[in-house]
């Protein structure tokens, strides 16, 4: 066992012996079920997921956290573009890590498990300290934050309720009401300076704009971002950029321009533009972007430079909820729409029912995209989630 399993699991069962310990977690199971645009073979996953999560603060000033988490992965997935390698899969920004596979059976089960957060946080009457294995996340926009370089989201991810943990030290500080700085150290494998980042971030006010200007070196790249919130006849509006300029390649700039408004009071709608610098117009050139910086260590997972996204989330009543988002690529005239219900069953009992639907256009040969959407396999989801 490598030394930061060890290390985390002491910290795990550590937090346990204060009188005050938290414990909460919740039980998922997912069920997906994938239609390839090039055969018709059979292709579905089933995803169980338990986390448990301690909380024990020591005194006024200083808290414990830790989470563990176990993942049990059925995937019968036979379509080339659908396969997918759950095996001892490798997570960015952590210093050490154990094999996350613990078991693994003919190429179709894998029992797999993570040390998520481990984590020791002081907080001043002012000020913040945060150490140890955390999450990390930046930018007001919803479908892509240009800013959150570290462990973004896939627009393909079913479950964003959690993010992967970094090694980080971070530090905030509060400048009067509604300001702040923050600023951080991201540690990746063995510490080394091209694996690792840092960043720094202030927040302040001028009249009715929030403004975020950020600074950031990470993989051996610089990235300078600005993030604006403000309201504007009843809606809110947020401008979310990033320069970012990786060592050994040109340059590349992403925008996102967007606003929500509540149209009822149980009817709230988004929209946004995104600008990715770092793709390309032409479906002909998507494939040649996938070695690139950005793809590879940027965090960019849209293929295409012009996008128009829009959302909603519509309470049907007070246990009903529906979200419907859509995508739409400029460049190759390729959609994608996620449809997604929620049914509050009992109290702290979940379910979800949803899909992805991909329009656009496609070829014989999975080796050539004629748009990104079309190429992308329709899913029909569910989702059963328990709190504790």
Same mark, same amino acid.
Not at 40 to 64: G, K, Y
Not at 375 to 381: L, M, Q, R
């Given at each position: 066992?490598?030394?930061?399993?060890?290390?985390?699991?002491?910290?795990?069962?550590?937090?346990?012996?204060?009188? *005050?310990?938290?414990?909460?977690?919740?039980?998922?199971?997912?069920?997906?079920?994938?239609?390839?645009?090039?055969?018709?073979?059979?292709?579905?996953?089933?995803?169980?997921?338990?986390?448990?999560?301690?909380?024990?603060?020591?005194?006024?000033?200083?808290?414990?956290?830790?989470?563990?988490?176990?993942?049990?992965?059925?995937?019968?997935?036979?379509?080339?573009?659908?396969?997918?390698?759950?095996?001892?899969?490798?997570?960015?920004?952590?210093?050490?890590?154990?094999?996350?596979?613990?078991?693994?059976?003919?190429?179709?089960?894998?029992?797999?498990?993570?040390?998520?957060?481990?984590?020791?946080?002081?907080?001043?009457?002012?000020?913040?300290?945060?150490?140890?294995?955390?999450?990390?996340?930046?930018?007001?926009?919803?479908?892509?934050?240009?800013?959150?370089?570290?462990?973004?989201?896939?627009?393909?991810?079913?479950?964003?309720?959690?993010?992967? @943990?970094?090694?980080?030290?971070?530090?905030?500080?509060? /400048?009067?009401?509604?300001?702040?700085?923050?600023?951080?150290?991201?540690? @990746?494998?063995?510490?080394?300076?091209?694996?690792?980042?840092?960043?720094?971030?202030?927040?302040?006010?001028?009249?009715?704009y929030e403004i975020k200007p950020m600074v950031a070196v990470f993989q051996e790249a610089h990235m300078v971002g600005l993030d604006l919130e403000t309201s504007l006849l009843g809606a809110s509006i947020w401008f979310e950029n990033?320069?970012?300029?990786?060592?050994?390649?040109?340059?590349?700039?992403?925008?996102?321009?967007? @606003?929500?408004?509540?149209?009822?009071?149980?009817?709230?709608?988004?929209? *946004?533009?995104?600008?990715?610098?770092?793709?390309?117009?032409?479906?002909?050139?998507?494939?040649?972007?996938?070695?690139?910086?950005?793809?590879?260590?940027?965090?960019?997972? /849209? /293929?295409?430079?012009?996008?128009?996204?829009? @959302?909603?989330?519509?309470?049907?009543t007070p246990l009903h909820r529906l979200d419907p988002i859509i995508m739409t690529n400029f460049d190759d005239k390729s959609l994608f729409l996620n449809l997604s219900w929620e049914w509050n069953a009992k109290e702290n009992f979940?379910?979800?029912?949803?899909?992805?639907?991909?329009?656009?256009?496609?070829?014989?040969?999975?080796?050539? /995209?004629?748009? *990104?959407?079309?190429?992308?396999?329709?899913?029909?989801?569910?989702?059963?989630?328990?709190?504790?």
């Open positions: 066992m490598k030394l930061s399993s060890v290390i985390c699991l002491i910290y795990f069962i550590s937090n346990t012996v204060y009188a *005050e310990t938290d414990i909460s977690g919740f039980i998922k199971l997912n069920y997906l079920n994938y239609q390839s645009k090039f055969d018709s073979e059979p292709n579905n996953e089933i995803f169980q997921v338990n986390r448990v999560s301690i909380l024990s603060p020591i005194n006024d000033n200083i808290t414990l956290e830790g989470s563990y988490q176990v993942i049990q992965i059925y995937s019968n997935v036979n379509s080339s573009e659908v396969l997918r390698n759950y095996d001892n899969q490798k997570r960015v920004y952590r210093i050490d890590d154990f094999n996350s596979t613990v078991i693994k059976k003919n190429d179709n089960y894998y029992l797999n498990h993570n040390f998520d957060r481990a984590t020791v946080t002081w907080n001043g009457d002012t000020s913040s300290v945060v150490f140890g294995r955390q999450q990390l996340a930046f930018g007001s926009a919803k479908t892509v934050n240009p800013t959150d370089i570290f462990t973004p989201f896939s627009f393909t991810a079913i479950d964003t309720e959690v993010r992967n @943990g970094v090694d980080a030290f971070r530090f905030r500080h509060q /400048l009067g009401e509604m300001g702040q700085y923050d600023v951080g150290v991201v540690l @990746g494998e063995n510490a080394d300076r091209k694996n690792s980042a840092a960043y720094g971030l202030i927040k302040f006010s001028v009249d009715k990033a320069w970012v300029d990786p060592k050994n390649e040109s340059g590349y700039f992403r925008s996102v321009l967007g @606003g929500e408004r509540q149209i009822t009071p149980d009817t709230s709608m988004f929209i *946004e533009y995104h600008y990715n610098g770092a793709g390309e117009t032409s479906p002909s050139e998507y494939y040649n972007l996938q070695n690139n910086f950005a793809y590879q260590k940027g965090g960019v997972f /849209l /293929l295409g430079k012009n996008y128009l996204n829009a @959302g909603s989330s519509i309470q049907i979940y379910f979800n029912l949803g899909s992805f639907i991909t329009l656009g256009k496609t070829s014989d040969n999975t080796q050539i /995209l004629e748009s *990104e959407f079309g190429s992308v396999p329709s899913t029909i989801f569910t989702r059963i989630r328990y709190y504790f």
